[in-house]
């Protein structure tokens, strides 16, 4: 794309939002699809600022020519509290397993990312069989708040991203006394904080296409090389007992 359509990004300055170069960054023989990236948010209140932030985040990203999908908290069980079949279970996993990014927005709630963004994450397994659902793909996080400018989920959220084995991107956004930044239709408005979600959409959609056609060879490990082959070796003993 490239020409934001000016009802649908009014917050944005046409002249400094430029296209991705994707030739500057892509593979080359590698994925030549959008990114394909998924938006969790952690809030299911009927005005949610973690929601309103993650539908801003997916126009942008949709904008830099990514393929975007969001995930419906709601009616996602407690983790542990359903097999893995249930059909919010199933929906998260399908979606984690097609994504190639994800974004992670929540509120912050007693110091900390809210229980329903844990719990979303939580349900992603780190392996199912030989598919690991988020080892090589790319992350970006945000957070909102009531009060004052904090950290603390966005981090917290960092630690979870490096668990879960993803690529997490150096920005960021904080959007404090989150009740001021958003109009009644619930749009962001221009601020400097803003253009700091402008700036990780941005990134993130670089970042995946730095990344995609790579990950499998960025994340072969040796110590997995070597527990391979002991597996291997173990197999072919046992057949030739």
Sequence with gaps: MTDPVSTDLPSVDPSALLPIDVEALGLPGGPTHPPR???LYGSIRERSFSRLLSEEAGRLLRWFGCEVRTFDPRGLPLPDGAKPDHPKVKELRDLAEWSEGMVWVSPERHGAMTGIMKAQIDWIPLAVGSVRPTQGKTLA????????Q???AVNQMRILGRWMRMV????????PK???EFDEAGRMKPSALYGRVVDVCEELAKFTHLVRGRSSYLTDRYS???ESAEELSKRVNLRAI
């Design 168 to 175: 997490t991107i150096p920005n960021q956004s904080s959007v």
């Design 37 to 39: 990236i998924l938006v």
């Design 224 to 226: 997995e090389r070597v």
């Design 178 to 180: 989150a009740f001021l």
């Design 150 to 152: 904090s950290f603390n």
């Design 141 to 148: 996080v945000m957070e909102v708040s009531g009060g004052s």
